[in-house]
């Protein structure tokens, strides 16, 4: 990183299922160290709002008076001139200013006549309550044991009367293989944590403030929230906040996003989505570091990255949970490829109308069968390691698979081979049974063209929701918004109609079906994405529905198209597969009924 961006510089159960672990409640945490007024005597108001930010090594000079190649948590050096502003290009949003959110702060460290200040952390919820997440770059560069951390700082207040008081730092945790203000591949592990004691009155920091959930990065793009503390430019020394969405970073698995006003300070700021200020708590899925300290060589104020979180951080977040210095085998750091595991162009898939999972190919291994908005219907086969092979087209463009409105596979017949249930627009519904590469099984008519109700399901799914022999049992959630499960389907009908929910229920707001089966169940989830962009999962017993969220209202989560398969090794249905309104498509594996998968991208536009 370079100076002025050095400074830019995880719930109770992790959304990090998608890592295959929970990391709250087992792991062993250092006591509570004895209580230090000390630290509060020392940080008078003056001190706080004299401290000077830290110097990590200016370079020459860039256009318009602004450090060129310095990190986000530098700042100017003593005596220096302020910065000025670079214009950032017309269109580009502006963060805000203001108090912050409570679990959001900053660092200060003892030093010189006032002391220094640099970077931003936030706390996340931990076993021991008392870990914060900032950069990696800030944890092995500025904060140490000097430190303390002072969560929705106010200028011109002490330390006793900060708003939830002060915490000083008692170890630092970053990954061994990163290298402070690397360029290279670990610049994708530019994060860390922060273990801190309790404040002067002996309360631990996620007591006080909250704290947010550590969650894997869900896709390229979704919408977050940056909350930071500038140091330069920011004479008041307060939050910035900006909510916008994020991209890829091509040549890194990290994200980016474009806001004006994130100078030296802000590295470590928390990538936030679904926060909720009642309840004081939200979704960490980034944090402002990467590439370079947490932006580009050129050292602009409104292009901020940000890693993405995978295993890398969660492994880390479990070692400082556990209190044992972080040891990585195997050398370097060797990145997950980016490289598409889906054939073809996201503006194709853009055009993909319907998903369907099933084994057609006989390899024992899910694969994905596609129907498209011109009738096209294509197979891709599954290499059980999250991947998919070239393309067989099975139905060319212009047949009558453009009438097809809903479409679901499971094994209907008995056999053991994958069987297509499709609802057309006439209000037709047909099994083809055994699918193979050649073609589609033979048509078995389930209910006839004009048919009432079935004119009116709008969308369905097969799973074991009723048995746990084969995928049989068929939800319908029709456009009155009634809900309905029909177990059993088989080429001889449908058989007989249980109620789930009745006309103008909630229901009415699903926009999308498919069924899972997480690890340890022996029945389907019905996993359902609503109008608002939420996703939920829901446990059928009898005919109660019992259902968790597992992503909170956002706009990325819409429109989109979601099937759920064994594309990986673990043997059961519980990878989630999705296609964005863009294109982008997405692999959540070991998806469970109380979080969401990791994700892999099969397609980046």
């Not at 030296?264 to 989505?273: E, L, Q, R, T």
């Not at 998903?355 to 096209?376: M, P």
């Not at 249980?498 to 999308?512: C, E, M, Q, T, V």
Request: charged share 20%; glycine share 12%; with cysteine.
């Amino acid at each position: 990183m370079s100076s002025s961006r050095w400074s830019r510089t995880l719930a109770v159960a992790l959304c990090m299922a998608a890592c295959g672990t929970t990391a709250v409640a087992t792991a062993a945490t250092a006591a509570p160290a004895p209580r230090d007024t000390s630290v509060e005597n020392y940080w008078t108001a003056e001190r706080l709002a004299a401290a000077k930010p830290v110097e990590a090594g200016r370079k020459a000079a860039g256009s318009a008076g602004r450090t060129a190649g310095a990190p986000r948590s530098s700042a100017p050096a003593l005596g220096a001139p302020a910065l000025t502003a670079a214009a950032a290009p017309s269109g580009t949003p502006q963060g805000k200013y203001g108090d912050g959110i409570p679990m959001v702060g900053t660092f200060f460290a003892a030093g010189g006549p006032s002391g220094n200040t640099y970077c931003t952390a936030s706390v996340v919820q931990s076993a021991g309550r008392n870990l914060v997440l900032t950069a990696g770059h800030c944890a092995k560069g500025g904060v140490s044991t000097k430190s303390i951390f002072i969560p929705q700082y106010r200028k011109g207040k002490d330390a006793a009367h900060q708003p939830f008081g002060v915490f000083p730092v008692q170890r630092v945790f970053t990954d061994p293989r990163y290298s402070s203000n690397s360029t290279g591949a670990d610049s994708d592990l530019d994060f860390g944590f922060i273990r801190v004691g309790p404040n002067a009155k002996g309360a631990r920091v996620q007591d006080l403030t909250g704290s947010l959930r550590l969650t894997p990065t869900p896709r390229w793009t979704s919408t977050v929230t940056v909350t930071g503390y500038p140091v330069s430019n920011n004479p008041d020394q307060r939050a910035i906040s900006c909510t916008v969405p994020t991209k890829r970073l091509a040549g890194y698995r990290q994200v980016e996003m474009r806001c004006g006003g994130y100078y030296g300070g802000v590295s470590g700021s928390p990538w936030i989505a679904n926060y909720d200020a009642k309840s004081r708590t939200g979704d960490v899925i980034g944090n402002l570091g990467g590439y370079y300290g947490g932006g580009n060589k050129a050292g602009d104020h409104w292009v901020n990255y940000s890693p993405v979180y995978d295993r890398q951080i969660q492994a880390l977040y479990q070692d400082a949970v556990a209190d044992r210095t972080p040891a990585r085998d195997g050398g370097a750091y060797r990145p997950q490829s980016t490289a598409n595991r889906l054939p073809g162009a996201a503006s194709t898939w853009r055009h993909a109308k319907h998903l369907a999972s099933g084994d057609y190919t006989g390899d024992g291994r899910d694969d994905l069968l596609t129907l498209w908005s011109d009738g096209e219907v294509s197979l891709y086969p599954g290499d059980g390691k999250g991947g998919f092979g070239s393309e067989k087209t099975l139905a060319k463009a212009g047949s009558f698979w453009s009438r097809a409105e809903a479409v679901t596979a499971g094994d209907f017949t008995g056999s053991n081979r994958s069987d297509l249930v499709v609802r057309w627009n006439n209000g037709k519904v047909s099994l083809f049974a055994d699918g193979d590469p050649a073609g589609f099984g033979k048509e078995y008519t389930l209910a006839p063209a004009g048919s009432t109700p079935w004119k009116y399901a709008t969308q369905i799914t097969a799973g074991k929701f009723n048995s746990t022999d084969k995928a049989s049992d068929l939800v319908v959630r029709w456009a009155d918004g009634g809900l309905s499960l029909y177990p059993g389907v088989s080429s001889s009908g449908l058989g007989a109609e249980r109620r789930l929910a009745d006309k103008g229920s909630f229901w009415r707001n699903s926009i999308a079906l498919a069924s899972a089966q997480p690890a340890g169940q022996d029945r389907s989830n019905l996993m359902v994405r609503w109008a608002d962009g939420s996703l939920g999962s829901f446990a059928l017993s009898g005919s109660a529905l019992s259902g968790t969220r597992l992503q909170a209202p956002n706009a990325s989560w819409q429109p989109a198209v979601m099937v759920a398969g064994d594309f990986t090794t673990g043997g059961r249905r519980d990878d989630l597969v999705v296609r964005w309104s863009d294109g982008e498509s997405s692999l959540y594996d070991n998806t469970t009924g109380s979080a969401l998968g990791t994700w892999t991208p099969l397609l980046t536009p």
